[in-house]
């Protein structure tokens, strides 16, 4: 298992973790939706620079499953966590 040092992840997980005691497989879930979620913005901020420089043929991420998509959404609510924003969408 990897460990986080002293890294966002492991600051974002100390947080929750002193709302409520995490248990093993729940760590391992958060940090596993941590990473999708990471993996797919990473994915899809090279796709807008190339689309931004001209590129046609790139198409952003198009997940797997639906438990691959819900593992995005526990990460992207981590992250926001993290930074202390709220992921509610507020219409105009």
Not at 31 to 42: C, D, N, P, Q
Not at 56 to 67: D, E, L, M
Request: glycine share 8%; net charge positive.
């Amino acid at each position: 298992m990897q460990t986080c040092g002293n890294g966002p992840l492991c600051q974002c997980f100390s947080n929750v973790a002193n709302l409520k005691s995490l248990s093993f497989v729940q760590l391992q879930d958060y940090t596993g939706a941590w990473e999708t979620y990471r993996r797919v913005e990473l994915y899809n901020s090279n796709v807008s620079t190339l689309r931004g420089s001209g590129a046609t043929g790139c198409n952003y991420y198009q997940f797997f499953s639906q438990t691959e998509q819900a593992a995005y959404r526990t990460g992207a609510s981590l992250f926001f966590q993290y930074l202390g924003v709220s992921t509610s969408v507020q219409k105009n």
